[in-house]
């Protein structure tokens, strides 16, 4: 079974994706948590100068740049590179 989200993309590829994550506009609404199919995002432990503790990558390896995460988040705080 193809595993890889139709993106043509192995699941074994190594990684040539790039994620930019502007923890300053994050307002924590987790959109982008729950979007990831691949786990890859959290909320840090520490907040940021509007008090919300920001979204960061986290099992960075497994991103597959997919940008879901771009595509959810209201406050525009990814940009995706391949
Ligand atoms: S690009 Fe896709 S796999 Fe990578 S962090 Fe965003 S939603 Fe997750
Ligand atoms: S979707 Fe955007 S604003 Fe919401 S938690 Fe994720 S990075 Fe922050």
New binding site residues.
């Given amino acids: 079974m193809k595993t890889d989200g139709g993106d043509g993309a192995g699941r074994d590829a190594p990684s040539m994706v790039k994620v930019e994550?502007y923890g300053e506009?994050?307002?924590?609404?987790?959109?982008?948590?729950i979007a990831c199919p691949q786990d890859c995002?959290e909320?840090a432990n520490e907040i940021n100068s509007q008090g919300?503790f920001?979204?960061c990558l986290v099992n960075e390896e497994k991103c597959r740049g997919c940008a879901l995460?771009a595509l959810?988040?209201?406050?525009v705080?990814?940009e995706i590179y391949k």
């Fill in positions: 994550i506009r994050c307002k924590s609404c987790g959109l982008c948590i995002l909320r919300f920001p979204v995460c959810v988040c209201p406050d705080c990814f």
